[in-house]
Structure formats: C-alpha cells, structure tokens
C-alpha cells in the first residue's frame, strides 16, 4: 500500500511563497508519475501539475511559467514550488502518485492567499 503525505501550505499573503512537499512511501518503485491537484471551495478538483520518473513537466495554463514543480527520486518526493502566489490560488492541494495504473491520494494541504 502506497502512502502520501504533504505538507507545507499555509496563509500567504498576496505575492508570497509557498513550498509543497509530498513523500511517498510503500513502494519500492520510483517508476510513476506524481503531482498536484487542487480544489477551491465550491470548484471541481482541477489538475495542476505533474511531473514523470524522467523529469518531464505538465502545468494547468493558470500556473504555467509561475509554478515549478519538481522531484527527488532518492527521496520518493515531489515538490511544488509556488511563487507570486494570488488569491486564486486559495485551494486545497492534493498529491497523486500514479503506480502501475493506480492513483494514490494524500489528504491535502490547504493553501490560503489572503491579506
């Protein structure tokens, strides 16, 4: 069984920074993809970026050129770099590990960006 914590979100004024982290544990495998979803209040959860074993990046348009994530394989963590961060981003942010098919959640990091 395949665990996922993040950690990492909090309040961030307008502007700020945040760093996401996500371990992943239970796997010996470090073939998957991982990333992030989010989901603000009354919103679908929406995708907004993943990152493959290799290192190749997806970005949803809305945090593309302002979002970095990325990954260490001897750590099974991805991280989610988040600067300029507005208050649209207000979300509670998910990680995913797809193995071998399977999506493995954690249980979400809120991220609040308010003055």
């Known amino acids: 069984q395949v665990q996922v914590v993040e950690s990492g979100g909090g309040l961030v004024q307008p502007g700020g920074s945040l760093r996401l982290s996500c371990a992943a544990s239970?796997?010996?495998?470090?073939?998957?993809?991982t990333g992030w979803y989010r989901q603000a209040p009354g919103k679908q959860r929406e995708p907004v970026a993943s990152?493959?074993?290799?290192?190749?990046?997806n970005y949803a348009d809305s945090v593309k050129g302002r979002f970095t994530i990325s990954r260490d394989n001897a750590k099974n963590t991805v991280y989610l770099q988040m600067p300029s961060l507005k208050p649209e981003d207000t979300a509670v942010y998910y990680c995913?590990?797809?193995?071998?098919?399977?999506?493995?959640w954690g249980q979400g990091t809120q991220v609040t960006v308010s003055s």
């Open positions: 995913f590990v797809r193995l071998l098919g399977r999506d493995y």
């Open positions: 239970g796997s010996s495998s470090i073939i998957y993809t």
């Open positions: 990152i493959t074993t290799t290192g190749s990046t």
